[in-house]
């Protein structure tokens, strides 16, 4: 589960069980009532943030996808920013109360483009950066992070692992992609407001630490320092050996686990390992033009070019029909794995994320191949189709996955497909769920789940900028 890690997190949530989780309001409110917490509720209110919901949702033809977006674009303000502030902002993933360094990320994104209407806003975004530095740096292995630095973590399902737990940690699953996304925020934060008060000695110290850990990752003198082991029914909660399973040292970087929060097949997660080359060039950029940090820049430089290399020599494979296209796993010695997960970084993510462009024809043949039955993840039902993941079994399709489908240059006709889709499989709740089953749509998991509920607000607003006739005709 994305921003989630646990055993405590996989049940399906089935029909009137689903809908008890709702709030009163919502199961006793009129048709298309607003499902956001009262004003006085909101804990993070941003006024261009409203200016928006209320200029898009009028541009929004169907009544119910208006309501959708009305609800679940605000969702991470409303719900889960525990601290706001100059120096440190917390956000937590929702229904777990811990912080995410990829979830927080990815929920900030949604809203960047009004950070100069709003300084508030940004405020909030420069105390997440600071957060995610100080995070980094009690622990660059650790996925999640608790509210108080000096705290053990609270979730059951860690506190007895076998790793080096420290204060402030509140799950430590090694994941490449938890400091990419540090790295983006960084970046996209400096993309929209050249600002270089966030990026001081402290986030310089941070990157430094990123570095170091990749490259420790990469595993060239030995396993490193990273251990993990965890006694649970799926195997997919620990790794083999506390190290995983063996690959041979070729440059690319070795993840124990997937976004997903589920351990690797394989160690060189492509798709993480893609984002790390795009995330060390983003790195570079802001390094360079905030701080004027040529070393920093020519670190990070250096080591995107030699992962990018070693991707290009051991990152495809042949499916049997003969295409080429990326890998989801290798582990270097030619052995790999074809398939993708819904969750991001993942293989028909690439181009959302900026690591391929839409018409490269690699990406495109791999993007087809995920969304078909190449892909033992992906499902079709009565409910509809999409890609779905390990972490809730088989037959669940993720929502993210048809958002991601839509954010990434999909045709009208396809992009309409999953507007429809996400419409119908809701559940009635407004919001945007983990997953839901393939067949009925009332049986789903995580009924407050924050990165969905930002990423399909992000969808809206990048159809009303790009393709506004899809909003504004009946789906």
Known sequence: MTGGGGVGRRAVLAGGAALALLPPRALAAPRFASQRPPVGERRFTSPAVERQIARLSARIADPKLAWMFANAWPNTLDTTVLAAGEDDSFVITGDIPCLWLRDSAAQMKPYLHLLRADPRLAMLVRGLIARHARSILIDPYANAFMHDPAAPTDLGWAKHDETQMRPGVAERKWEV?????????????????????????????????????????????????????????????????????????????????????DACLYPFLIPANLFAVTALQELATVAIEARQDTALAADARALADEVAAALARHGTMRLPDGRTVWAYEVDGYGNAVFMDDANVPSLSGLTYLGCVVPDDPRWRATAAAAWSEANPWFFRGRAGEGIGGPHVGPGQIWPMSLIVRALSGADDATVRGCLRAIRDTDAGTGFIHEAFDRDDPAKFTRPWFAWANGLFGELVIHLAETRPRLLEAPL
């Open 177 to 261: 992609d938890s400091l990419c996304y540090a790295i983006r925020l960084s970046y996209q934060y400096w993309r929209a407001m050249r600002d270089p008060r966030p990026f001081g000695p402290l986030w310089a110290e941070a990157m430094r630490a990123v570095l170091r850990t990749f490259r420790e990752q990469q595993r060239k003198d030995g396993p490193g320092p990273y251990r993990f082991r965890r006694s649970a029914p799926q195997p997919t909660e620990t790794l083999l050996w506390g190290t995983g399973n063996p690959a041979r040292p070729v440059g690319l970087i070795h993840s124990g686990f997937r976004p997903s929060d």
